[in-house]
């Protein structure tokens, strides 16, 4: 059975760092590429960050670049998000997710497996 399970969530001021994990098992991690989306309330889904099998290759969001960094420890089974300067519109439901491709994506519908998600909500 395919977990992923996020971490790392909670309330930051604007301008704040946070950093999200996401450990993940019943998979062979060091073959999958991995993802990151958001989903504000009222809004759809948004691609945030993806990264390649073994790390060399990440794509970001227009909204993120700069801002956020994507990496994994494939010795951990476990993908990361590191956030900082954090904006009150960076607010939503934060979303692993494992592809079902061999390459990273900015697709949701490339993703198969998903964790349940973590808040992060960064006050003005």
């Known amino acids: 059975q395919v977990q992923l399970v996020e971490s790392g969530g909670g309330l930051v001021q604007a301008g704040g760092s946070l950093k999200l994990s996401c450990a993940v098992s019943?998979?062979?991690?060091?073959?999958?590429?991995m993802g990151w989306f958001r989903q504000a309330t009222g809004k759809e889904r948004e691609f945030v960050a993806a990264?390649?099998?073994?790390?060399?290759?990440?794509d970001y969001g227009d909204s993120v670049k700069g801002r956020f960094s994507i990496s994994r420890d494939n010795a951990k089974n476990t993908v990361y998000l590191q956030m900082n300067s954090l904006k009150p519109e960076d607010t939503a439901v934060y979303y692993c997710?494992?592809?079902?491709?061999?390459?990273?994506?900015?697709?949701?519908?490339?993703?198969?497996?998903w964790g349940q998600g973590t808040q992060v909500t960064v006050s003005s």
């Open positions: 019943g998979l062979t991690f060091s073959n999958t590429a």
């Open positions: 997710a494992a592809a079902r491709i061999n390459y990273y994506s900015a697709y949701e519908g490339d993703y198969a497996y």
């Open positions: 990264i390649s099998r073994r790390g060399g290759s990440r």
